[in-house]
């Protein structure tokens, strides 16, 4: 497996993001829940396009595809779940219908993230209708190779680059870290890790890891030279 570290070093606020890639069997709501409050203090409504994921922030937009038929459908993460082991997801009916899995009740979906917002807000997204998106955008940015020493925090694995910037510059302001993307290539595939912090002491990074698992529990301690 080959491996590269780079940092990327911003001149302005940069729209850009991970799409994580998760895969597993998706259910969905039974009709009694209409009305009922989810975690995030919305009501559930069957006919509204969401979600309950065990750990994505609430207002994180997830494209699921059904493995089955292909059939894609864009949700909004508002509710914590499912807690049935095996099954990463649990959606409104109206996603299930347009997944095409309600007589069936489980799928094997893949999940994208296509919209993680800051990576640590709770806040719940709001629907926006008629978006008009300019044709052009002009980014500026710089990407320095390194060979890091030390320890860091790994927020999570990555296999597509969507939004890159966006995340990453949030996540900066947010714990005020140097951030980290390391490279991996395996079997030709290339995958992301997004590495928070740079500390000198494995003692250090597990003081940070303990911070911020609450908004991201499946962090872990990261030593560069041995990546």
Known sequence: MRRIF??????????L??????????SFYADKFDGVTTASGEKYR???LTGAHKTLPFGTRVRVTNLANNQSVEVV??????????????????????????N???????LEVIDPGD????????????????????YSFEIERLTPKGYGVQIGTYQELVNLMRLTENLKNSYKKK??????????VKYYGLILGNFNSRAKAEQFRADILPKFP???IAEYNRQ
């Open 6 to 15: 780079f940092t990327l070093c911003f001149n302005f606020f940069l729209v």
């Open 179 to 188: 951030v980290t993307v390391q490279v991996k290539v395996l079997n030709g």
């Open 119 to 138: 990576g640590k807000t709770s806040d719940l997204g709001r629907p926006v209708d008629n978006v008009m998106v300019e044709e052009k955008e002009f």
């Open 17 to 26: 993001a991970f799409a994580q890639v998760q895969t597993g069997k998706a």
């Open 218 to 220: 499946d962090a872990f």
């Open 77 to 102: 993460i508002n509710d914590r779940g499912p807690w049935v082991e095996g099954r990463v997801i649990d959606v409104s009916r109206a996603a299930a219908e347009q997944l095409g899995f309600v």
């Open 104 to 110: 069936k009740g489980l799928a094997e979906v893949k």
């Open 46 to 48: 069957h006919n509204k």
